[in-house]
């Protein structure tokens, strides 16, 4: 079974899809192809149905803060996919830099961006597992509650 087809299925049996390509809301661009490695733009924990919001206290339900999470690493599969066009061409995340809106006496952020990590690992494997950062801020972008950008390994 190919990468792509493993990333289907295996989030198909989690209940979720890759959307659509994320289009740029600035003055940049959503990834930049660089040798063999693929770099993404800060994506927002944003849905077809709007932005997952923050900032996170710690008596919120984690929940929300995960979901946030996921949905920022479903767009930057979906970012992967359109870049290179398949993601059997994608080896793995090299690197995972998430960042959390927080109130600040917030202290899970690391918790927050295991659940892109899960999404992550359930396609490309545990073994290839990327080196992270998750950092805690005061706000996001229309009001986000995550933020990702990610680096991809690429075939």
């Known amino acids: 079974m190919n990468i792509e087809q493993r990333a289907t299925g295996r989030l198909q049996a989690q209940g979720l899809i890759l959307p659509d390509e ?3 809301m600035g003055r940049y661009a ?4 660089d040798g063999d490695r693929l770099y993404t733009a800060g994506l927002l924990s944003r849905t077809a149905d709007g ?9 919120d339900d984690p929940l929300q803060a ?3 999470a996921r949905v920022c ?7 992967a996919q359109a870049a290179v066009g398949s993601l059997d061409r994608v080896a793995g995340v090299a ?8 109130k600040p006496d917030f202290t899970r952020h690391s918790q927050v ?13 545990p073994e290839v597992r990327c080196i992270r950062t998750a950092v805690g801020v005061s706000s996001l972008p229309a009001g986000g509650g995550v933020e990702i950008e990610v680096t991809f390994a690429l075939r």
């Open 22 to 24: 994320p289009e740029a």
């Open 30 to 33: 959503v990834w930049r192809l």
């Open 51 to 59: 932005v997952i919001p923050g900032p996170f206290g710690p008596h």
């Open 66 to 68: 995960k979901e946030a």
């Open 73 to 79: 690493a479903l767009r930057a599969l979906a970012v």
């Open 95 to 102: 690197a995972l830099r998430g960042f959390i809106a927080a």
């Open 113 to 125: 961006l295991d659940a892109a990590s899960e999404i992550f690992d359930s396609i490309f494997g």
